[in-house]
């Protein structure tokens, strides 16, 4: 059996840039077993797999996410990906993408620069920050917040770059990750996403996170659209607008690879 692979540099204006996923259209449905033994085979933050509905995907295209640990509910790259992928390679021409996923439907459209994709909003409330969460952290934050995953506000972009976090700390975590932000020099917000439970210790760019972090800043800011950019080694800019309970992310795409996976 032969899948087709592509992979796609995401939230980036060239390759190098942004975070990549890999992207395999099916047929149909394969074990959940082999999905996750090619995700964890690619060794990427996320391998998106697609399998068209009705009408050549018209209807819906089903969306699933795989880190090389696990399945999740929602990852806004490889969405973004996915979308490339179908727009570029494989004759998708609606004006919309509506995928079926874990997270309810998912709309993707073309847009300046890119695509944009419209996701749920996540909501997040001030706690008292875990002490797993502050033993990997190594900075005292001024505020923490919990939602997908913990959302730690620090001073300055500065001090966003040069944390150096103890990722066994939070192995064991009880949310999904740990998303670090302050205010951003050149753009509204900066931001840095870390995993390490799903062998992802820090993400390149994670479109899910700014759906926290979107109401998070518009609610501080009191602006609706941010521009943001998540300072990893790679770096990717993205600008994100809340609409009510949905968050608008809008980033580009670059393609890296194309190939086949024999099994």
Not at 114 to 134: K, T
Not at 136 to 165: C, F, M, R, W
Not at 178 to 188: E, F, K, L, R
Not at 208 to 227: D, E, F, I, V
Request: glycine share 8%; with cysteine; charged share 20%.
């Amino acid at each position: 059996m032969k899948i087709s692979i592509y992979q796609v540099d995401t939230f980036a204006a060239k390759v190098f840039e942004g975070n990549p996923a890999a992207v395999c259209p099916l047929g149909h449905w394969l074990d959940d077993e082999l999905l996750q033994k090619i995700a964890a085979a690619n060794n990427l933050s996320e391998t998106a797999f697609i399998v068209p509905g009705e009408n050549n995907g018209e209807q819906g295209i089903e969306l699933r996410w795989f880190t090389p640990k696990g399945e999740v509910d929602l990852c806004g790259h490889a969405t973004l990906a996915s979308a490339h992928v179908l727009y570029q390679h494989l004759g998708f021409n609606e004006p919309e993408i509506r995928f079926k996923s874990r997270s309810g439907e998912l709309k993707v459209t073309k847009a300046s620069g890119g695509y944009c994709l419209d996701f749920p909003a996540s909501a997040s409330r001030e706690v008292a920050p875990p002490m797993a969460l502050l033993a990997g952290l190594t900075i005292t934050p001024t505020a923490v917040l919990a939602g997908t995953d913990y959302l730690v506000v620090l001073n300055d972009e500065e001090e966003v770059k040069s944390l150096t976090p103890d990722y066994a700390a939070w192995y064991n975590l009880d949310l999904r990750g740990v998303i670090v932000t302050a205010p951003g020099n050149d753009v509204d917000f900066v931001s840095r996403c870390f995993y390490p439970k799903y062998r992802v210790n820090e993400d390149p760019v994670t479109g899910s996170a700014h759906c926290q972090l979107a109401p998070y800043w518009q609610a501080r800011l009191k602006r609706k659209l941010l521009t943001a950019k998540q300072l990893s080694e790679r770096t990717g800019q993205l600008t994100c607008e809340l609409k009510g309970d949905r968050v608008l992310l809008t980033g580009g795409a670059v393609d890296y690879m194309a190939g086949e996976i024999n099994l």
